[in-house]
């Protein structure tokens, strides 16, 4: 797979200076003849460094903090980062892991590494910067006080102060506002914490464990960023509203701020933006409104008062003077010419006391001299994918584009204890390499994401390093140093190491190398089911990353549950070799719910890694490798009927949880549902959001309806409302835009049987109280609003606190001698968490009428 790595939060992503790691064909130090050829070093940019140079002069910084991937205003972090040149940055509490995909099957903590892409390619897109706090996205709650009781109040407010007290912003702006307005309980507690933690950030006795490392620090205003008439909670004629053109152009790109917004929002293509552009906004000017929530007064703009430029450093009065000069000379045809004058403008920021912020801008300056020069380094490594304790070889190569002398002193590998001194005066377009060694650590983490490394709780991710906390995704796995002299001074470009690899499409790609164990393994199915007391085969594949791995592979299982034999001898000779080997599990007498654990145990080291890859086109590839584990449910289950027919939606495990219950599923398109097409199934399953997700649906639901009336049954999963004359069902059934009333987030919240007699709760199996313990995140969603009374029959009821019953979680309908089932309740999530009672009673639906 291929990786890329991101900027890390809190630094500007470098203008064009490369430094990798990647290829050697054989062992030891890596020779010319061995390495692939150096990637060219790449044209300054001059409209961008013209960019940086106006962002270095400029001290303003603005926090923008909302719940969710999406939630953030684009055009407006487009506009301070582009058009005014301030640090700018958005805090997503959650990583979006609770919401719905549609791409592909990715759900919860695989969705939430997907979104985090997202939100960085959107940066990279809009100009800012991405942070994050360990708040899970647990899926909707209706409430901010619902919200608070899954994720650790504390925890989270930490998490904000923290982000506050790294990026040290002059004002934090929030999406929503702290008054509950009807939205998304996540959303009003980002901004009732936000405001909170703003009041906690400049106080030395908050959080105290943070100030080792980062030192207090108070923004001067908190602000909600108001929307427009009409929506709840509108701010617009408020008392004390100040309003803000975002209109204009970015300098660098020739684009507009709105352009850039656009190309921003559609990077969240799980979501369903992939299309979206400016013309999903409307033509015409922008303007935001602001409402002070606490803080210094504003008046006329948010920066009342803030003085944005160096002149806020003592001493730096000088240095910002300087940089209006750069600035104003700086010729887009000689980049380089503008060097002597950063030199001078490097060694006056070098005399300024420490302070996170100028530290953050005299590495920024540096960025600046190399793109000037035209300086580039690219270090290759000899795998792409790494095992803890193995030797790599390294090749780095130099290049600068301008005649002004540089010398490379050294390049340093700080996570390898290695430093190469080189001692070469570089000539333009004459590269220089150096070749070397080394050892990845032993105790080199595997690629994982951070926050998914520790079991956490449903509302908040664990993470044992507080460096880590609110940074957007891993730090390097083999970080690199070049150093030069540059006019008498040190330059040191830090990056990371890649591997080059070869696209069919892009050609010659360079990504981030993987830390990988040498073996991985996972089971052949997520959840197997099992009658209480019998036994069944479980089978878990083995894959070597090396040759000659061998071992023994054993299951690790709970009390009671019977696992045979104990372990199993295992040799793959070559890299890449899969074997397959089966235990023999016996569940207890009792129905039971456990998780089952694979280890691979190889001399003294254990492994027990899957290893997941996603890859879609908008975002790197990402690997993951979770320990596997297997759900294993002990319950009373009876099917009726074999044969399913399943029409997928927007991503979901239904069919397998289906084959694993015993049916045998059948894939269907729109073409298959026909007469011819649809003979011999017992039943036919919708998937979630399959009339939003495909067009070949809607056109082929009379031939569907025709086989109801023949006898067959039609389980309809929940689906989003779409246009006023779409036809869900054969008779009417409507789905209300009013999304948070129709719907049950609370997954204990009671449920009641309407007609308790009916067979969707007899028949195969007696469904009880007991079936609906023990569900997560929610209820259901996208319950019926509207339904014909004389054919459908409302079977359950079931609401959140302190709100009216809703009926429309499961309705029968009975067309000719079939049955017509439409659910909100949430199957899709609950048959992969190996949920026993959503077993039974979805085994009941498709059994209608058998």
Not at 212 to 239: D, F, K, M, T
Not at 250 to 267: I, P
Request: aromatic content about 8%; hydrophobic content about 40%.
């Amino acid at each position: 797979m291929t990786r890329r790595a991101p900027p890390a939060a809190g630094r500007r992503a470098p203008l064009t200076l490369a430094i990798a790691l990647g290829v050697a064909a054989c062992a030891g130090v890596a020779g010319p003849a061995s390495a692939p050829p150096a990637a060219p070093a790449p044209a300054p940019n001059p409209a961008e460094i013209a960019q940086e140079l106006r962002s270095f002069r400029e001290f303003g910084s603005v926090l923008y903090v909302a719940a969710h991937p999406d939630d953030e205003n684009t055009q407006l972090i487009a506009y301070l980062a582009r058009g005014r040149a301030y640090r700018t940055a958005y805090l997503s509490l959650t990583r979006g892991d609770g919401g719905q995909n549609v791409l592909g099957p990715e759900f919860g903590d695989l969705l939430g590494v997907i979104r985090t892409q997202e939100l960085l390619a959107a940066r990279r897109a809009d100009g800012g910067r991405q942070f994050f706090s360990r708040a899970r996205d647990f899926g909707y709650s209706k409430d901010y006080q619902q919200t608070l009781t899954k994720w650790d109040r504390q925890q989270v407010l930490s998490d904000i102060v923290r982000v506050i007290r790294t990026f040290r912003p002059d004002v934090v702006i929030t999406r929503f506002p702290t008054e509950p307005i009807g939205t998304h309980g996540h959303h009003t507690a980002s901004a009732v914490l936000a405001l909170e933690a703003f009041r906690m950030s400049g106080d030395p006795k908050a959080f105290p464990e943070q100030l080792g490392s980062l030192p207090p620090w108070q923004p001067r205003r908190i602000l909600w960023n108001g929307w427009g008439p009409g929506r709840p909670g509108s701010a617009e004629a408020a008392p004390g509203m100040i309003h803000l053109g975002i209109d204009g152009t970015d300098a660098a790109t020739g684009r507009s701020f709105a352009e850039l917004a656009a190309r921003s929002r559609s990077m969240h293509r799980t979501q369903g933006f992939a299309n979206f552009s400016v013309a999903t906004w409307g033509s015409g000017p922008r303007t935001e409104s602001f409402k002070l929530l606490a803080g210094d007064p504003v008046e006329n703009d948010i920066m009342d008062g803030v003085d944005t430029t160096w002149g806020r450093v003592p001493g730096g009065a000088e240095i910002g003077a300087l940089a209006d000069v750069a600035i104003a000379r700086f010729d887009p045809k000689a980049p380089a010419a503008s060097v002597p004058e950063l030199l001078e403008l490097k060694a006056r920021v070098a005399k300024l006391a420490g302070d996170p912020v100028v530290a953050e801008k005299r590495l920024q300056l540096d960025r600046i001299l190399q793109e000037c020069l035209g300086l580039s380094a690219e270090t290759v490594v000899s795998r792409r994918d790494i095992v803890p304790g193995e030797p790599i070889d390294l090749r780095t190569t130099v290049r600068v584009a301008s005649a002004i002398p540089v010398r490379w002193e050294a390049v340093r590998y700080p996570g390898l204890g290695r430093e190469a001194h080189t001692g070469v005066d570089l000539g333009p377009g004459v590269p220089a390499s150096r070749s070397t060694s080394g050892t990845l650590p032993r105790d080199t983490p595997l690629s994982e994401p951070y926050w998914l490394r520790e079991d956490g709780t449903p509302g908040m991710f664990r993470v044992d390093d507080p460096s880590l906390i609110g940074s957007p995704e891993n730090p390097p796995p083999i970080p690199v140093e070049n150093v030069f002299t540059v006019g008498g001074q040190t330059l040191v470009a830090a990056g990371e190491a890649v591997f080059v690899a070869s696209d069919p499409v892009k050609g010659e790609v360079r990504v981030r190398p993987d830390v990988i164990p040498p073996v991985s393994v996972s089971f052949a199915s997520s959840v197997e089911l099992f009658a209480p007391g019998s036994d069944r085969g479980v089978a878990v594949d083995l894959v070597s990353a090396r040759p000659d791995a061998a071992g023994v592979l054993r299951l690790e299982a709970p009390a009671g549950w019977k696992v045979a034999p104990a372990a199993r001898d295992f040799r793959l000779r070559a890299a890449g070799a899969k074997v397959r080997l089966t235990f023999t599990v016996t569940a207890p007498d009792a129905p039971e719910k456990a998780t089952l654990t694979a280890v691979a145990d190889i001399g003294r080291a254990h492994y027990g890694n899957e290893r997941i890859l996603i890859a879609y086109g908008h975002i790197p590839p990402q690997l993951l490798q979770p320990p596997a584990r297997l759900k294993a449910v002990s319950l009373d289950l009876r099917i009726r009927g074999r044969r399913v027919g399943y029409l997928p939606g927007a991503g979901d495990g239904t069919a397998a949880s289906l084959e694993e219950m015993g049916y045998s599923v059948t894939p269907l398109t729109g073409a298959d549902l026909t007469a011819e097409g649809l003979k011999g199934l017992d039943a036919v399953v919708i998937g979630v959001r399959a009339f939003g997700t495909r067009t070949d649906l809607a056109p082929r639901l009379p031939a569907l309806f025709a086989y109801v009336e023949a006898g067959g049954t039609v389980v309809e999963q929940y689906n989003t409302p779409g246009s006023p004359e779409a036809r869900l069902a054969p008779y009417e059934l409507k789905l209300s835009r009013d999304l948070p009333h129709y719907r049950v987030t609370d997954e204990n919240a009671p449920v009641t049987l309407l007609v308790p007699d009916h067979p969707a709760f007899g028949t195969p199996n007696r469904i009880g109280p007991a079936d609906f313990s023990g569900w997560v995140q929610e209820r259901g969603l996208d319950f019926a609003s509207e339904w014909d009374p004389e054919h459908f029959t409302a079977l359950l009821a079931c609401s959140d606190s302190g709100e009216a019953p809703l009926k429309g979680g499961l309705l029968v309908a009975r067309l000719g001698r079939g049955y017509f089932v439409y659910t909100g309740l949430s199957f899709f999530r609950q048959l992969p968490a190996g949920v026993p009672g959503a077993y039974r009673l979805f085994a009941n639906l498709v059994s209608l009428g058998k």
